[in-house]
C-alpha cells in the first residue's frame, strides 16, 4: 500500500492587499502594488538611509511574514519554498 499525503499550499499572491506583510526597517512601510507580480500584485518596501558626515549608512531591509506562514511546518520537511524578489536599484 502507498499512501500520500497531500499537504495545503500557504501563499501570499497580493491580489487584494499586502495580505498582513510588513517591513519594519523602513519610512513608509510596505507599498502594495495590484499589478506588476506574478501572477496578480506585489509589495515592496525601501530600507532607511541614515547619512553620517560623508557617508550614508542603509539599515537592512526585510520582510516579516504575517501569522498563516509561522508555526509547526515539519510536515512540508522536504518540500519546496517558492518566491519571486527583484531588486530595482543597487544604489547607495
Sequence with gaps: ?????A???????FAANAEGWTAP?????????????NPSGYVSAVSYNYV??????SLPLFF???????GNFS???NGTLRYDLQQSSTAG
Aim: hydrophobic letters at 40%; a positive charge.
Design 64 to 70: 516579516v511574514a504575517p501569522s498563516k506562514f509561522s
Design 25 to 37: 526597517n523602513t519610512l513608509a512601510g510596505i507599498a502594495y502594488s495590484s499589478t506588476g507580480g
Design 52 to 57: 553620517l558626515g560623508a557617508g550614508t549608512v
Design 7 to 13: 499537504k495545503a499550499q500557504i501563499t501570499s499572491d
Design 75 to 77: 510536515g512540508y520537511l
Design 1 to 5: 500500500m502507498f499512501v500520500v499525503s
